[in-house]
């Protein structure tokens, strides 16, 4: 139980951390300019909920993880346990993790307007610190550095892919109105730069399966696991695609039909994704040998 729940705390945390940084980086780069405020205001609810329910996930991450390192239940409140895990790897990376999260709640709460480029740094050391933990931190040295290393790409490019379709999402709303043309060239913005990011996934994330496994295929529960989300990623790199060179020229024919089928294509890309995070998530409890 401690296990099935500390796998769902992962998932949240992956999840919330994720779509913040998405909104966080739209308001504060991605968008244009004129719509960086709008940007704000629309999302300020949800980077409220976001970062708090993320924090809060990170939190009782460090707790959960005395009681998979202990005894069960009976060591997750202990706060003496706490300590001992500080004192582990992990728990000296995710002590970070925790203070940096709950600094970026207290930011957008009191000052969400003026924050945003503070508030994209402060997202990003906290999905850098997430490849200092697990198994991309199985490595020392050099070779340890490397795997590090690519995680973090790994980690960034899917944030920003996965997160940023939220935002996404909105400019098509705003497509339809007054600010077309700025919602336009914002959707422009994220294909170029989406475009990275899902090559940065790919070839990250083959180097990752290597890394950690010692060969692309495995066998194992962990190396099935690990092609169920290849499959997943493959999905939404299939949408990804299908979106900006099948509907996206549709659009000058009969743009109201395409938009929606952009539109629905884009919220399967999301759930998908959901599921990806899922999978990661459970790799944390599992061998990869």
Not at 263 to 271: F, K, S
Request: charged share 10%.
């Amino acid at each position: 139980m401690v296990e099935s729940l500390y796998v769902l705390l992962r998932w949240g945390h992956f999840l919330f951390l994720m779509l913040a940084f998405g909104c966080v980086l739209y308001a504060a780069w991605w968008a244009m300019p004129p719509l960086r405020r709008l940007m704000v205001r629309r999302f300020s609810l949800t980077l409220n909920v976001t970062l708090s329910l993320s924090a809060l996930c990170a939190t009782l991450m460090l707790m959960l993880q005395g009681g998979l390192m202990g005894n069960g239940w009976r060591d997750v409140l202990q706060p003496e346990v706490w300590l001992a895990v500080s004192g582990t790897r992990f728990g000296s990376v995710w002590l970070w993790q925790i203070i940096l999260a709950w600094i970026s709640v207290v930011i957008v709460l009191l000052r969400p307007h003026r924050v945003m480029p503070l508030l994209l740094l402060l997202c990003i050391a906290q999905i850098l610190l997430m490849a200092g933990v697990g198994h991309a931190a199985m490595r020392e040295g050099l070779m340890g550095a490397l795997q590090r290393t690519n995680h973090a790409i790994h980690l960034l490019c899917a944030s920003a892919w996965f997160g940023g379709l939220l935002p996404f999402i909105y400019c098509l709303q705003l497509a339809r109105g007054r600010w077309r043309g700025f919602a336009i060239d914002t959707m422009m913005r994220f294909s170029r730069y989406g475009h990275l990011a899902v090559a940065g996934v790919i070839l990250s994330g083959v180097l990752n399966a290597w890394l950690i496994q010692g060969r692309l295929i495995s066998e194992t529960a962990y190396g099935t696991l690990l092609l169920v989300k290849c499959a997943l990623v493959a999905l939404m790199v299939a949408i990804a695609v299908a979106n900006r060179y099948v509907l996206v020229p549709r659009m000058a024919k009969d743009r109201q039909r395409a938009e929606r089928l952009f539109l629905r294509t884009t919220q399967a890309e999301m759930i998908l994704g959901a599921l990806v995070l899922a999978t990661v998530s459970a790799f944390a409890t599992w061998e990869p040998f």
